[in-house]
């Protein structure tokens, strides 16, 4: 049946909303209709910011984990060159013999060449290490493992470096390289936006130079991430850019967790919003951010029900 006019000028996402009253950020089975791709790929998120130390290696670790433990296949590539924070994490120095990226050669359709399996970690996802020091991998190599990798993963975590405006046109940078194509053509980025005054500025900067650069907003999750201390307040719009998912808050009790390379603890101040974003990023497989939602708003909404 022939589409009307209409739904060819909207996006896939207001076409979905108006004929079948549905909302949806998934747009890989449209991606994998229009390239032609036969099998059924994985959902790639990115995890970027205007910043650093908001806590982008900590949540794409955590993303990881609760996607796994719900039976999806995950893994996390550490696309941060100068800091390998999850070489860090996992090991530092003496994590000899490991898979990187650059043990993955382009054209080489078995992505596990280039990670390595989390068992060996004791965690349930897998890992792609960043390259030892010295050793320097072009974007482009990141770009093609990526595609490589999401044949053969459900879902694959990019946790990147903060990234700027400036940058989201220059191949050169992953920005320009990743984030733009990828996103444009309907995978995910994540921006965790730490509320104060130079954060704020830095992600909103960022932020307001997607639409320019034509990401959509369905594909954009902004979090925010509240300092120890500050008071919960109400949320900016993000809608122009972004799907909103939540403020988590940082805590004292985390810190010390991650001080002691611990993961995957149960966190009232972080869960709730990790949800949200697995069930934004993979509708449909059973994430249920209602669960976690503080006792006394579910208490009122099954009240309702009842009656
Ligand atoms: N939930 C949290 N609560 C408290 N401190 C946090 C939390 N998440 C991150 N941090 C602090 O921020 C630091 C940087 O976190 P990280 O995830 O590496 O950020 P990024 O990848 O954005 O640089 C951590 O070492 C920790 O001190
Ligand atoms: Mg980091």
Same mark, same amino acid.
């Given at each position: ?135 320097? =991998? ?29 940058? @989201? ?13 990828? =996103?444009?053509?309907?995978? @995910? =980025? ?118």
């Amino acid at each position: 049946m022939e589409l009307p006019p209409v739904a060819l000028e909207g996006s896939v996402r207001s076409m979905l909303r108006s004929f079948w009253g549905v909302d949806v950020a998934d747009k890989r089975l449209v991606g994998d209709l229009l390239l032609g791709r036969r099998q059924h790929t994985g959902t790639v998120l990115y995890v970027t910011s205007g910043s650093g130390g908001v806590g982008k290696s900590t949540s794409s670790r955590r993303l990881c984990e609760r996607a796994a433990a719900m039976g999806v296949s995950s893994l996390l590539v550490d696309a941060n060159p100068l800091q390998s924070s999850q070489r860090n994490f996992f090991g530092g120095r003496s994590l000899l013999d490991v898979r990187t990226i650059s043990d993955w050669t382009p054209g080489d359709e078995r992505a596990q060449h280039g990670a390595n399996q989390g068992r060996r970690f004791g965690v349930a996802y897998d890992l792609t290490f960043a390259p030892e020091t010295g050793q320097s =991998v072009p974007w482009s190599r990141y770009a093609d493992f990526i595609m490589a990798a999401r044949r053969l993963w459900q879902f694959v975590v990019v946790d990147l470096d903060r990234i700027s405006p400036v940058d @989201l046109d220059d191949t050169g940078t992953a920005a320009g390289a990743l984030v733009t194509p990828s =996103v444009v053509s309907g995978d @995910l =980025v994540l921006v965790p936006v730490k509320l104060g005054m130079q954060t704020q500025r830095d992600a909103m900067n960022l932020l307001a130079a997607f639409p320019r650069h034509g990401l959509p907003n369905e594909c954009v999750g902004v979090k925010e991430v509240l300092p120890i201390g500050m008071e919960e307040h109400a949320p900016y719009d993000y809608a122009p850019y972004g799907t909103y998912l939540g403020a988590e808050r940082q805590s004292v009790e985390a810190e010390r967790r991650i001080e002691q390379c611990a993961s995957n603890w149960a966190d009232m101040n972080l869960d709730p919003v990790r949800e949200r974003v697995l069930a934004w990023a993979l509708p449909d497989r059973g994430f249920d951010p209602a669960r976690y939602m503080p006792k006394e708003r579910r208490k009122g909404l099954w009240g309702r029900k009842r009656k």
